[in-house]
């Protein structure tokens, strides 16, 4: 069974920037778009970056010009560089392919202070 592990959250003020990493550990990592999410408390999961196979990006407007999401494909890994984070970017942080097929991992807090 395919594992997902996120790391690199943390608390921040606002206007920080934080690096988040997530590790798969499944060589079938290199052919999937992979995404990363986040769920803010008593709201749905939503999708804010993508990253196809071959490196071509996606991001949601909320996010756009700030979040930066890349791939390491030697390593199954999957980055999300955040900058000059806002209060609304507190949330659990998860990666998973484009379309959340793998079972998702224990996330990632990230808590941005005013």
């Known amino acids: 069974q395919v594992q997902l592990v996120e790391s690199g959250g943390g608390l921040v003020q606002a206007g920080g920037s934080l690096r988040l990493s997530c590790a798969a550990s499944?060589?079938?990592?290199?052919?999937?778009?992979m995404g990363w999410y986040r769920q803010a408390p008593g709201k749905q999961r939503e999708l804010v970056a993508s990253?196809?196979?071959?490196?071509?990006?996606n991001y949601a407007d909320a996010v756009k010009g700030r979040f930066t999401i890349s791939r390491d494909n030697a390593k199954n890994t999957v980055y999300l560089q955040m900058n000059s984070l806002k209060p609304e970017d507190t949330a659990v942080y998860y990666c998973?392919?484009?379309?959340?097929?793998?079972?998702w991992g224990q996330g990632t807090q990230v808590t941005v202070s005013s």
């Open positions: 990253i196809t196979s071959g490196g071509r990006t």
């Open positions: 499944t060589s079938s990592f290199t052919v999937n778009a």
């Open positions: 998973n392919t484009r379309v959340g097929f793998w079972p």
